[in-house]
């Protein structure tokens, strides 16, 4: 339990950092001219809806592993395991190719701001946060305030992190290597994964 706990967090850190999530309303933001309380506010509003869908999928997942718990008796100690190590190798050896979210060519054109975050809006919310729904799935084994704890751990510090990166790097205040974390955030996701994997073999 704990290192699914831990790797929830790890997960949910770097999602929250990676800029493919947040940098496009930034750069929508200034070519729009909005001001930092409007760019503040849609960051928001698409955080919320990138992280409910989320949320969705991983709720589902959950009572999938509760099942699975129930019918198989070594789920929790080798199939889960086996899960979290496959899906980590896949992200390590497509990290190259990976791309979470990506602003569509009509959003970039000069629309009326409504437009502009409605298509914001539903970019993300189709655009669930893959990587942490196999926690969820393995949580599912567990008393269910685990899935519960990891909802909310990834809802408040994707949000959080969104916005105070959001709200900083608008104001010229922070200056990263974007390109740099955007590209390795497949590798640091797939060591997660498989390192919590091994993990769960020996910590239950």
Known sequence: ??????????????????????????????KERWTTAEVTKVTLI???????????????????????????THFTSVIAPIILISIGIAFIY??????????DEEIKKK??????????VIAMFFSPCMEIEAYFLLAGAYPLWLAWFI????????????????????????????HSLEHNAG??????????GILTFFIQ
């Open 46 to 72: 698409c955080g919320l809806a990138h992280g409910v869908s989320t949320v969705l999928i991983g709720a589902i997942l959950s009572i999938v592993g509760a099942k699975l718990e129930g019918s198989l």
């Open 151 to 178: 909802a909310l751990l990834y809802l408040f510090i994707t949000m959080i992190g969104m916005l105070l990166l959001v709200r900083y790097a608008y104001k010229g205040l922070l200056r990263l290597n974007w």
């Open 187 to 196: 590798i640091i996701t797939g060591v997660t994964l498989v390192a919590t």
């Open 1 to 30: 339990m704990f290192s699914i706990i831990t790797g929830s967090l790890i997960i949910s850190l770097l999602h929250a950092v990676i800029p493919n999530h947040w940098l496009p309303i930034l750069a929508i933001g200034k």
């Open 111 to 120: 629309k009326p701001k409504a437009a502009i975050i409605t298509a914001l």
């Open 94 to 103: 497509r990290h190259h190719k990976h791309k979470h979210f990506h602003i």
